[in-house]
Nanobody, 121 residues
Framework: QVQLQESGPGLVKPSQTLSLTCDVSGGSITADYYYWSWIRQPPGKGLDGIGYIRYSGNTDYSPSLKSRTAISRDTSTNRFTLQLTSVTPEDTAVYYC?????????????WGQGTQVTVSS
């Protein structure tokens, strides 16, 4: 069974970099077909796809965030990470890592439990 768990600081100051790690067990992030994704949900709003990384290391990002986003992986530890630079209070959200089979439909097979990240001075 695939399990994902997010970790990282829950409080980030404005203008700094938000960094999160997703630890994956029960499935390899180097396997083909799947998208290893970061998704967030700001308070009172819907789910917002951030981006993903594939088995090859290729990435894609939401157009609204791509200038500030970097998703990377560590195949030796079966983890992938999110870095979001120059954060503002509008980046406050619950952040999820996930395994998706369809980006267009946001068909998520497995979710992490989510982690609250607050951007505040």
């Amino acid at each position: 069974q695939v399990q994902l768990q997010e970790s990282g600081p829950g409080l980030v100051k404005p203008s700094q970099t938000l960094s999160l790690t997703c630890d994956v067990s029960g499935g390899s992030i180097t396997a083909d077909y799947y998208y290893w994704s970061w998704i967030r949900q700001p308070p009172g709003k819907g789910l917002d796809g951030i981006g993903y990384i594939r088995y090859s290391g290729n990435t894609d990002y939401s157009p609204s965030l791509k200038s500030r986003t970097a998703i990377s992986r560590d195949t030796s530890t079966n983890r992938f990470t999110l870095q979001l630079t120059s954060v503002t209070p509008e980046d406050t959200a619950v952040y999820y890592c996930a395994r998706e089979v369809s980006i267009a439909t946001m068909e998520v097979a497995y979710w992490g439990q989510g982690t609250q990240v607050t951007v505040s001075s």
